[in-house]
């Protein structure tokens, strides 16, 4: 009885030594005089990381934040914290909220429970994702949010991860706290100049502390680089480098146990092949048209794939079974310089930490790599030799487990013809349009298991074309050719396309269609261009009368320009041509911006270089 009491004492003790310290922590904290640009103010954020000897870990996370407006209310009200429920449990501490009068709002039972994540739900084979949701009661302007929670972690790898110190919130006091075996050596970065690091120890282990006081603000623009280049990231790892994971992890896809009629698949397959590359294609094209690739979380899963012979007859799996079934199907062929590969995120590509620091989460896909090519098998929308993207920083499981920069063929994206003929106002336009890689898969995700007359609808509303009417097509040439550009024709008819002022006569072209936003007059963050440009028009404009002296045309706006724009070694352009040959007017468009980030001292020549490319006067031809 008296072992009750003291429990229940020392319970109520540091219940009010916590209550003393919320009490302070909430004392003075500014509100949107200082933060007008705000939702919320993190005012005391604090995060411990304990890892063990045998690398499972705890995550313990306490905040206090303090609510602007409604828009901190939308976002901080609902509180999602995910867990990968195959290798982690999540633990509660005492969370609540606090209102204007500093009266203390408890959580309802019923307002805390579990449920998958969306894509689990979507993908339960292959992910174990949950869902813990804490929904606050009455979160108005000036309430404070208490949050504290552990997730415990026994999956026994080698601990990474990146802890950001800057968010669109201002953190007035933001801890991370790292304690692990001396043992162990820990690879990390921060920024000196912004982050406070303390060293210390406590027996057996090092304590790493990383400290931001009132750091600035985050401001969210379109097109802005992600945290891990433009915000003030704590990245932190147990692996010595890239090397080091490549070969933990890309080693359990080799020398895999192989059934014996899946070898004979891959030599019937290929028994009629010409060469390697044909044997590459037959395999490739047997995977997109009889297996369907299952969502996982490449950064989540352990290496080991499911024993091909169960991949082989249930027709499905994740990147990682997949990928393990078509190199064996590659081997089976006598292709035996395959090698899985993983591709690490291409929107962080240009960060030094990304090169350096080998994090698990940076990890993005698994596929296949093969004489400089990338394959995601089992994808029937994704072209032979295309993993979805262009350039990217990848691991090879090789003999060495490389890490090298990957750059894909710099081939025209998009490439449109337009063949008009004009009879009196009117025009009818025959369009070839031609995609290769991202462009090609898009299309074919949209279309290819369309109804004809569904794809005919959403093709016609996709064109954007207002003023014209689809009247044929459109036929999709080769979609059961995966590996070669996706084609597309159609016609379209235009009743007032030609419009006449005598002695002039004008019409407007298609305008190229990307998507890069330089509305902003100036930014605080650089701009990085995600995806590259490559785009060409080709305008063959007829008229359906004979010309001589009398009405022979003149082209009034006849020019042969390029403007360019130079970002480290690379040039991004767009060039202009438009002549009058044999009385049939010709116009050539050609427009490429690599991926890059511009640096916001150079976004005012940046955005003037888009403006130049979107002047509405170059898709206007002027005749008389």
């Not at 890239?242 to 359990?252: D, I």
């Not at 393990?324 to 993983?342: E, V």
Request: aromatic share 14%; hydrophobic share 35%.
């Amino acid at each position: 009885m008296t072992r009750k009491i003291f429990i229940l004492l020392l319970l109520a003790f540091c219940l009010n030594i916590f209550a003393d310290k919320i009490d302070d922590v909430i004392k003075s904290v500014p509100g949107n005089d200082k933060y007008p640009n705000a939702s919320a103010i993190n005012v005391l954020t604090e995060i411990d990381l304990e890892v063990e000897d045998d690398f499972s870990y705890t995550y313990h996370v306490f905040y206090v934040k303090k609510i602007l407006n409604y828009k901190g209310s939308r976002r901080y009200s609902d509180v999602k914290i995910s867990y990968n429920a195959d290798f982690e449990q999540i633990e509660l501490g005492h969370c609540f909220s606090i209102d204007t009068e500093g009266n203390r709002i408890e959580i309802p039972e019923n307002q805390i429970y579990d449920m998958n994540d969306t894509e689990s739900i979507q993908s339960p084979d292959y992910k174990n994702f949950r869902e813990k949701i804490i929904n606050f009661p009455k979160i108005e302007p000036g309430y404070f949010v208490v949050l504290d929670y552990t997730i415990s972690n026994n999956r026994c790898e080698p601990v990474s991860g990146v802890e950001h110190l800057r968010e669109s919130n201002p953190y007035l006091t933001k801890t991370f706290t790292l304690k692990f075996p001396k043992d162990k050596a820990l690879n990390s970065f921060y920024d000196k100049e912004i982050v406070t690091f303390t060293r210390s120890s406590e027996g057996n282990d090092n304590i790493y502390s990383w400290q931001v006081i009132d750091a600035k603000i985050y401001k969210e623009e379109d097109n802005s680089p992600s945290l891990l280049i433009s915000g003030t990231p704590i990245v932190y790892s147990f692996y010595k480098d890239w090397h080091e994971l490549a070969s933990y992890k890309l080693a359990k896809l080799k020398n895999i146990e192989v059934d014996p009629e899946i070898s004979e698949m891959g030599k019937s397959l290929t028994k009629d092949c010409q060469n390697d590359n044909e044997k590459v294609l037959a395999i490739y094209k047997f995977m997109a048209e009889n297996f369907n690739e299952k969502e996982a979380y490449t950064s989540q899963f352990d290496f080991t794939p499911e024993p091909l012979t169960e991949v082989w007859q249930k027709k499905f799996g994740s990147e990682r079974e997949l990928t393990a079934l078509f190199i064996a199907l590659l081997n089976s062929a006598g292709i035996a310089d395959a090698y899985p590969a993983i591709i690490l995120s291409s929107n962080n590509k240009f960060s030094e930490i990304q090169k350096k620091y080998a994090v698990t989460d940076f990890m993005d896909k698994l596929c296949v790599y093969w004489h400089d090519q990338l394959f995601s098998a089992g994808n029937s929308y994704m072209p032979f030799a295309y993993a979805n993207i262009s350039e990217a920083n990848i691991l090879i499981g090789n003999d060495n487990y490389e890490f090298i920069k990957f750059s894909g063929k710099n081939s025209v994206i998009e490439n449109q013809v337009y063949n008009y003929n004009i009879s009196g106002t009117s025009a009818v336009v025959d369009v070839k349009s031609t995609y290769s890689a991202g462009k090609n898969k898009e299309k074919r995700e949209w279309y290819l298991n369309m109804p004809d007359a569904q794809r005919k609808i959403w093709f016609n509303r996709s064109l954007g074309v207002r003023s014209a009417s689809l009247i044929e097509g459109p036929e999709f040439l080769n979609f059961d050719k995966i590996d070669e550009d996706l084609e597309i024709t159609y016609t379209l008819e235009y009743e007032d396309f030609l419009v006449n002022q005598p002695p002039y006569k004008y019409c407007k072209l298609i305008a190229a269609d990307f998507s890069l936003d330089v509305s902003l007059d100036d930014r605080e963050n650089d701009y990085q261009v995600k995806d590259k440009i490559f785009l060409k028009q080709k305008f063959n404009i007829e008229f359906d009368m004979k010309m001589n002296e009398e009405n022979k045309i003149l082209l009034l706006n006849e020019t042969q320009d390029i403007i360019e724009f130079k970002i480290n070694d690379k040039t991004a352009y767009f060039k202009l041509e438009a002549k009058l040959a044999d009385s049939k007017i010709i116009v050539n468009k050609e427009i490429y911006i690599p991926e890059c980030i511009i640096p916001n001292s150079r976004y005012q020549e940046f955005k003037q270089f888009i403006l130049s490319i979107q002047n509405p006067i170059d898709n206007m031809v002027f005749m008389k």
